[in-house]
């Protein structure tokens, strides 16, 4: 199984300069292509088909999040939680504000599982969420308030956003990283 090499924006092929953030599958490889979060800047024959040996991401991935045009790395925070889901309720998807037009458009952080059970303030278990939203599941799961989630929330570090589509940053495997 042969392993492409991802570099940030900006990779010289001509140069070999560039900055390696990780390294993929060929089959990931294609699919990261096929969705325009990166383009070939290596190609090798194996066998009869030309596949990556090297990716350029599309856009520049700074720390661990690209977030559209603006590149920022971010610690934990609520806020933090709120820019991770574009301050939108998780619940109802309304657009959510710490100065709102109307009360129930409150920004609020939401326990999944909720604090009072056990519910830890982390990347996984906190959405953002409306006022409304947030006092109507009150202390339930999603499932028991039968208010699903609009979508996942994910760790920032080992996942990144490109324009709206969240991408897995895959762990870099000892026997990849021996052939890099
Ligand atoms: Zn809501």
């Given at each position: 199984m042969s392993v492409v090499k991802v570099f940030n924006k900006g990779y010289d092929p001509a140069t070999g300069i560039g900055e390696l953030l990780h390294t993929t599958s060929v089959r990931h490889a294609f699919g990261m292509i096929r969705r325009g979060v990166a383009d070939p800047v290596e190609l090798t024959l194996a066998g009869e088909r030309i596949v990556p040996t090297a990716l350029e991401l599309t856009r520049e991935l700074s720390g661990a999040w690209v977030e559209g045009d603006a590149c920022r790395s971010v610690g934990f925070s609520f806020r933090a939680v709120h820019e991770r889901d574009h301050w939108?309720?998780?619940?109802?998807g309304r657009s959510v504000s710490k100065?709102?037009?109307?009360?129930?458009l409150l920004a609020t952080v939401d326990h999944i599982v909720p604090a009072s059970r056990?519910?830890?303030?982390s990347w996984l278990n906190l959405v953002s969420a409306c006022r409304e939203c947030n006092g109507r599941k009150a202390d339930q799961t999603p499932e028991e308030a039968g208010m699903p989630l609009r979508y996942a929330p994910y760790d920032p570090a080992t996942a990144y956003r490109v324009g709206g589509h969240v991408e897995e940053i895959p762990v870099m495997s000892e026997a990849a990283l021996s052939r890099v």
């Open positions: 939108s309720c998780a619940y109802c100065r709102p037009q109307c009360a129930a056990g519910g830890e303030s």
